[in-house]
């Protein structure tokens, strides 16, 4: 990381209930905020935005999205009344589209809860603008790496750059257990995952598919590992991570990683 530029993050956001339980990941958000208070917004690449091409949002209030089914009723009434950031939506474009990638600006948008939830607890008083940016439905390793990497000026600019999703993911995969101590296969992949992002190993971690353990089984649908190679990317060629957070609920994996 180049001196005065604020470090990109990868958080794993976990459970829409993750606000209203007392697990670790939660208190680890809490004390994140804090840490980057003078940031002049965030750009939030959230795993649960999918489209076919880079989209940003363009929006001054964006709506909080409840993208989610079958939780406690009081989740719904949550509302994260963070302002939006046109003019840096259409600068997120436009690095974008300079690095040869397609970028579509959507002015209707809000935020799913892949960001609102962890700005809820890193932000409490919703008072840094957010932007969000999707992930392509191709879930391609190498192009969600370019993604990031064409944003790496920001960081000079005083953006967060935040992916968020899911170290180890294991939705859609029939042996995961989401209670208890985690399975040995999510502690393998995790393991792989650490020793990768420390030591910054590009070819690993676009080839995890290939090679590392269990990969069928940590990231079935692999929506939830893309921001983390768009987190990665954005700290620019030679970036190593560093764990900041570490934690389990069952086979769910809530690593955080800073670039």
């Not at 690449?45 to 091409?53: K, L, Q, Y």
């Not at 940003?56 to 709506?63: D, I, L, T």
């Not at 990231?219 to 620019?236: N, Q, V, W």
């Given at each position: 990381m180049v001196e005065n530029q604020i470090p990109t993050i990868f958080i794993s956001h976990g459970a829409p209930t993750l606000p209203l339980e007392d697990v670790p990941a939660r208190q680890f958000l809490k004390e994140l905020g804090p840490k980057f208070n003078k940031v002049k917004a965030v750009l939030?690449?959230?795993?649960?935005?999918?489209?076919?091409?880079?989209?940003?949002?363009?929006?001054?209030?964006?709506?909080?999205i409840h993208d989610f089914y079958g939780f406690p009723e009081e989740l719904y009434q949550i509302k994260y009344p963070a302002s939006g950031d046109p003019q840096l939506a259409e600068e997120v474009a436009e690095l974008i589209r300079a690095a040869e990638i397609p970028c579509q600006v959507d002015g209707q948008r809000g935020l799913d809860h892949g960001a609102w939830v962890p700005l809820m607890l890193m932000y409490p008083n919703a008072d840094i603008p957010v932007v969000q940016l999707s992930i392509q439905s191709h879930l391609d390793p190498t192009q969600h790496l370019k993604v990031g990497r064409a944003l790496d000026d920001l960081k000079s600019e005083d953006?967060?750059?935040?992916?968020?999703?899911?170290?180890?993911?294991?939705?859609?995969?029939?042996?995961?257990?989401?209670?208890?101590?985690?399975?040995?296969w999510a502690e393998d992949f995790d393991e792989w995952l650490t020793d990768a992002v420390t030591r910054g190993d590009e070819h690993l971690l676009t080839n995890y598919r290939?090679?590392?353990?269990?990969?069928?089984?940590?990231?079935?649908?692999?929506?939830?590992?893309?921001?983390?190679?768009?987190?990665?990317?954005?700290?620019?060629?030679?970036a190593e991570g560093s764990v900041i957070h570490h934690s389990w609920l069952g086979d769910l994996g809530m690593a955080a990683y800073q670039f």
């Open positions: 939030c690449i959230s795993a649960h935005w999918v489209t076919s091409i880079p989209t940003v949002n363009a929006v001054k209030r964006p709506k909080t953006i967060l750059i935040l992916g968020s999703g899911g170290a180890v993911h294991p939705l859609g995969y029939s042996g995961a257990q989401f209670g208890g101590e985690p399975s040995q290939q090679l590392a353990p269990y990969p069928e089984r940590a990231h079935p649908y692999p929506d939830h590992y893309m921001p983390l190679l768009s987190a990665f990317g954005a700290a620019g060629e030679g």
